[in-house]
T-cell receptor
Framework: AQRVTQPEKLLSVFKGAPVELKCNYS??????LFWYVQYSRQRLQLLLR??SRESIKGFTADLNKGETSFHLKKPFAQEEDSAMYYC???????????FGTGTRLTIIP | DVKVTQSSRYLVKRTGEKVFLECVQD?????MFWYRQDPGLGLRLIYF???????EKGDIPEGYSVSREKKERFSLILESASTNQTSMYLC?????????????FGPGTRLTVT
């Protein structure tokens, strides 16, 4: 069975400080990992995926298979980063996603 | 630009009523999904459809059924609504084998069962 764990329900960070949202997963095969974000009054949308290895809105995430982690990082938080963040996993060739419970990030001005 | 629309933003129903939630996507996606979103529980998959008339149970299908008669439309049905089905319901769609299997979400329907 596949599982995604986000240990922090709430995270508050000062503007300009570094941000790290934790995500750990459990999956026996080769996983595909994603971060989705939901800003206030907006729909859930893809932020980034590990296969593309790109930085979106200053965020990066590295897949660490040894630690089964996919933490989301940003060196300098901005107020517009305040949102709900979900880590998600799919098995290779599997269309379905398993989501974590989410972390609500609040950036303090 | 992918558009996923849901028939209602807010819905209030009584216990025992039959409830229909409709979802339409305009990008010819093969896959469609229904999730419920609850605080502290994240998103949980109710049902998944990979083609017209094809469906697969997700993690929490009890008390729900689905219908997909046309490619663009995926309906979630609560046969007899109960208070524990009060939740935010999200519909999503994706291409088969799409790059990284990105799912595109609708705005959500907040259902209250009294």
């Amino acid at each position: 069975a596949q599982r995604v764990t986000q240990p922090e329900k709430l995270l508050s960070v000062f503007k300009g400080a570094p941000v790290e949202l934790k995500c750990n997963y459990s999956y026996s095969g080769s996983p595909e990992l994603f971060w989705y974000v939901q800003y206030s009054r907006q729909r859930l949308q893809l932020l980034l995926r590990h296969i593309s290895r790109e930085s979106i809105k200053g965020f990066t995430a590295d897949l660490n298979k040894g630690e089964t982690s996919f933490h989301l990082k940003k060196p300098f938080a901005q107020e517009e980063d305040s949102a709900m963040y979900y880590c998600a996993l799919s098995g290779f060739g599997n269309e379905k996603l398993t989501f974590g419970t989410g972390t609500r990030l609040t950036i303090i001005p | 630009d992918v558009k996923v629309t849901q028939s209602s933003r807010y819905l209030v129903k009584r216990t025992g009523e039959k409830v229909f939630l409709e979802c339409v996507q305009d990008m010819d996606h093969e896959n469609m999904f229904w999730y419920r979103q609850d605080p502290g529980l994240g998103l949980r998959l109710i049902y998944f459809s990979y083609d017209v008339k094809m469906k697969e149970k997700g993690d929490i299908p009890e008390g729900y059924s689905v219908s997909r008669e046309k490619k663009e439309r995926f309906s979630l049905i609560l046969e007899s609504a109960s208070t524990n089905q009060t939740s935010m319901y999200l519909c999503a769609s994706s291409l088969v084998g799409g790059d990284g299997y990105e799912q595109y979400f609708g705005p959500g329907t907040r259902l209250t069962v009294t």
